[in-house]
């Protein structure tokens, strides 16, 4: 451990520290604005200058590209140093347009900060200023060439980090351009951290421009809650508006970077459509009206029918302080629910999942990102939960080998050997992975030589493609390979492992079951809509529309708002906070950013100012969390649970989920899964016996088909079409090549797809992926197996 | 006591033949020095748009927070607010925002007759903004 005195404190750090990070750890910021802890050093912008006067080396040097040795003796205020510094930032600013006041990033500028503080206020070279031709990147990232500083850490994020081609730098020395061969939409589907690691206004964010300073915002740490990992956000909202969503550092989950679907998928909070007051049969009423009108009508369906005549559905994307309510709430009342998920099957898919992962090792992202061998079973890590795909590249940039079985043709920033096994096919190699010496060598080429040199190996596996069985094969598969072996499961929503820990046997096809035989009359829907990615749209409105009370609480403008008696609006999780569960059973919370209210900026069409009104609140505030409003409608019917705020929760759900909170926010639970009976589903027949027919797995993409971001005006320009994946083999034969356009019939509606193929989809398989929907919310029902009579060409 | 009211009715009676320190308003006009603050102006660009760019320095001074900018950016990169709101009712005349701006952009006149029926009519906005104070 080398120890080393940086401006007189003596501080020992790990060996290859740098000596930058060694000061930052004594709490000196040696200024810099090249160099970034995840992208490494580039001494490009040598800011970052101290003197080291005693040592192994001597003289003025940069501390980013310098590892701590013993007997370093560094003093970052030694006036040559300050010297030097100054006057690189005079070079840098010689040709760096002086408009702070029309930049974006003016107030939160690095290079601002550092100029500032060296005291250059005037140019003293009379020539004309470098500047460049700017690029048009797409609707995430704004470019401004002038500004640039030549930092490079744009491209190491996008091309070493990313692992994307198509942005990265051109031409040398000081004409050196940072963009694109041509003018184009980025293919980074993590494009938006340019904006966050450029130090400058080179790269700014173009959604939230010139909307606000960085000083007039409300800012507050939060979490993302657009896949299962939870990375950890600060979002920015003004003038009542969430404006924009940065990453924020925490190295046990997502590190320095999100992806573009947590960046830009906020737009749902501030969607036109979404609910701000309560209604009864649709039209708008006061909150004690409505609250009145649930509780009469829950009291008058219990008197008629019993308690289990109300059934209560919420999803995985309501936070742990919902769920747990819910279920007190039903315990205490004998209600039918809460069912957190669509189907037995995702349920116990779901279970199985966590118990499976749980009793082997839970991985989280930076075991993935340690490890030298990595399996994805089941899994399309950049559409489901794209920040995987990063950490899966970091594995991979240290030598990991990677293999994938999945149907889909998977993409990902890395070479990769993948094999489109599925359901029997998958189970099998399984079998015969664990059983024999060579394991999955068949399928999947290099896999024993990787197997034998490997130290740590992460299986990620996910529950949307792979069935209950192959579930279980694969734990089985993962004890066989050793202690080294880890799970890193993948769930659906944020919330999914509470919701599986919590659930009880309701699911939702069950509660639609009992609605149909006539034994639930009334539905209590918090934060869900049963709608999002259904099979079943036809008998799902039969059912709803049959029921003789719908309550909903929820916050987006879903469908079944729309159907909804009684609508109650609550609280997104930038006004109400909340905790969640991460993938890896990471307990995080996240607090309220504002507090919400009709966006200023659509008062302000037509309306030179807001109304003057006198109220409490500002207008279309949401006050509740819907936790809170479950609280209220427990209290008036009579079966109140004693808590008052959050505090409370806690304090109850301690004593009754004890598996779920027996570590403090950031650690992770330990709980052994439990719960799945062995024989909890009847393994269905394969239906597409005949050879006409093939099987249909319905898939989503990185930008459509996830419930919260599909809200999201911001995301519009990315989202993909419909597409429908072919075996290029069968394909061929029917004579469809990529990119043809064609009809699938599907009840009465034909859905419009794009065609794309691969070699690597099974040829009994037909992979849809709805994209941005249109059609697809007309198909009342999406069958199990398509025929090639089904499909004709546009 | 009648010492005192000699001495009081002296005061009045000076007052009496000094020259008046009020005007007769309406007919007589004030005219304040030059250095005087009251309404705000919006200077022009050579093309007829607002000298602002938008750098919300302004509204960021703004002790009294009466300031409400909304900006876009032309094709060629400019940018300059599409609304340009200072309400008066709140304005409190300190000058920071004249004192802020970096490209001169506002300035203040000695145009101190403000008035108004409404609050709302008290906000003023760009075009008024930019038109020279009337009277």
């Not at chain 1, 081609?165 to 061969?181: C, E, K, Q, V």
């Not at chain 1, 479950?630 to 004693?642: A, S, V």
Request: neutral net charge.
């Amino acid at each position: 451990m080398p120890r080393l005195t940086i401006d007189g404190q003596v501080i020992e750090v790990p060996p290859g520290t740098k000596v930058i990070d060694a000061a930052e750890a004594l709490g000196i910021v040696i200024p810099r604005l090249c160099y970034h802890p995840a992208l490494g050093p580039a001494g490009a912008c040598r800011l970052c200058a101290v003197s080291f006067l005693d040592g192994p080396v001597k003289g003025v040097l940069m501390s980013c590209s310098i590892e701590a040795r013993d007997g370093m003796v560094v003093s970052t205020e030694h006036p040559e140093a300050v010297s030097f510094r100054k006057q690189v930032i005079e070079w840098l600013m010689m040709n760096h347009p002086h408009d702070c006041p029309v930049c974006d990033e003016g107030g939160h500028c690095l290079l601002q900060e550092v100029t500032v503080a060296s005291g250059h206020c005037r140019r003293r070279y009379p020539g004309p200023k470098r500047t460049f031709v700017d690029q048009d990147l797409g609707p995430f990232v704004q470019q401004e060439m002038n500004r640039c500083i030549h930092c490079w850490r744009c491209r190491r994020f996008y091309q070493d980090y990313a692992g994307y081609r198509d942005f990265g730098a051109l031409g040398i020395g000081w004409r050196t351009y940072f963009g694109r061969a041509t003018s184009g939409v980025l293919e980074s589907p993590f494009s938006g951290n340019l904006v966050d690691i450029c130090p400058t206004g080179a790269l700014t964010d173009k959604p939230s421009r010139f909307m606000a300073r960085r000083w007039d915002v409300e800012r507050a740490p939060s979490l993302c809650i657009h896949c299962s990992l939870g990375c950890n956000v600060t979002v920015s909202a003004h003038l009542r508006e969430i404006v924009q969503v940065e990453a924020r550092y925490n190295g046990d989950v997502n590190g320095h970077f999100i992806c573009d679907r947590g960046r830009y998928g906020f737009d749902y909070a501030n969607h036109p459509l979404r609910p701000r007051s309560p209604a009864v049969m649709g039209e708008e009423t006061s909150w004690s009206k409505a609250i009145a009108q649930a509780v009469a009508g829950i009291e008058e369906v219990t008197r008629a029918h019993g308690p289990k005549a109300i059934g209560v559905v919420s999803s995985e994307r309501a936070s742990l302080e919902a769920m747990v309510t819910l279920s007190l709430l039903c315990e205490e009342t004998g209600w039918e629910g809460p069912a957190f998920f669509q189907d037995e099957e995702t349920l116990v898919k779901n279970r199985l999942l966590a118990q499976v992962a749980l009793s082997h090792g839970i991985a989280g992202l930076r075991e993935v990102e340690k490890a030298d061998l990595i399996l994805i079973v089941g899994t399309d890590p950049i559409c489901e939960a794209p920040l995987l795909a990063l950490a899966i590249r970091q594995a991979w940039r240290r030598g990991a080998w990677v293999g994938a079985l999945d149907p889909r043709p998977i993409e990902l920033p890395l070479t990769f050997e993948q094999s489109g096994l599925w359901d029997e096919e998958l189970k099998k190699a399984l079998l015969k992975g664990a059983q024999r010496e060579e394991g999955l060598e068949e399928v999947l080429p290099g896999w024993k030589e990787a197997l034998d040199r490997s130290r740590e190996i992460v299986v990620i596996l996910g529950p949307t493609v792979v069935d209950i069985s192959s579930l279980r094969r694969c734990g089985e598969f993962v004890s066989k390979l050793g202690k080294k072996a880890r799970i890193f499961p993948v769930f659906r929503g944020p919330n999914s492992l509470a919701a599986s820990a919590l659930s009880r046997e309701s699911t939702f096809r069950s509660l639609a079951r009992k609605i149909r035989e006539g034994k639930i009359k009334a539905l209590l829907l918090v934060e869900a809509d049963p709608f999002h990615g259904t099979k079943m749209r036809g008998e799902l409105e039969a059912s709803i529309r049959s029921l003789e009370l719908t309550i909903v609480i929820d916050y987006l403008p879903s469908e079944v708002v729309k159907r909804a008696h009684i609508l109650i609006p609550s609280a997104t999780i930038y006004e109400g906070g909340g905790s969640f569960i991460n993938q890896e059973g990471r307990l995080q919370r996240a607090s309220p950013v504002h507090r919400g209210g009709i966006p200023l900026r659509r008062n302000l069409q037509g309306n030179l100012r807001p109304p003057r009104t006198f109220a409490k609140g500002p207008p279309g505030e949401t006050a509740k969390s819907s936790w809170q409003v479950l609280l209220e409608l427990g209290e008036r019917i009579g079966k109140g649970l004693g808590i008052e705020d959050k505090e409370d929760i806690w304090k109850v759900a301690r004593e009754r989920f004890p598996f779920l909170w027996q570590v403090e926010p950031g650690g992770r639970i330990s709980w052994e899964g439990g719960g799945v009976q062995e024989e909890a589903m009847e393994e269905e027949e394969d239906p597409s016996q005949s050879s006409q027919e093939m099987r249909v797995l319905l898939v989503t993409s990185t930008f459509a088909g996830e419930e919260l971001s599909q809200y999201s005006s911001k995301l519009d320009p990315v989202r993909n079409e419909a597409r429908a994946f072919f075996n290029e083999e069968v394909a061929s034969q029917r004579g469809l090549r990529r990119g043809d356009r064609i009809w699938i019939r599907m009840g009465d509606v034909r859905v419009p797809f794009s065609v794309k193929t691969s070699p690597k989809v099974p040829s009994k398989l037909l992979i849809l992926d709805p994209g941005n929907e249109g059609l697809w919310r007309e198909v009342r029902e999406v069958s199990k197996t398509i025929g090639w009579t089904e499909i004709e060409r546009a | 006591m009648i010492k005192p009211l000699i001495k009081g009715l002296g005061v009045t009676l000076k007052h009496l033949f000094a020259p008046a320190v009020t005007i007769q308003y309406p007919e007589e006009r004030w005219e304040p020095y030059p250095r005087y603050r009251a309404r705000h102006i919006m200077y022009q660009r050579e093309d007829g748009r607002p000298k602002c760019v938008v750098c919300m320095l302004c509204a960021t001074v703004c002790p009294s927070r009466c300031i409400k900018i909304v900006g876009i950016q032309d094709e060629k990169g400019d940018q300059y607010p599409r609304r340009y709101e200072i309400d008066l009712g709140r304005c409190i005349f300190c000058g920071f925002c004249v004192e802020a701006c970096p490209v001169n952009a506002i300035g203040m006149t000695t145009h101190y007759e403000l008035d108004g029926p409404t609050r709302e009519s008290l906000i003023l906005g760009l075009e008024e903004m930019m038109r020279p104070p009337r009277g």
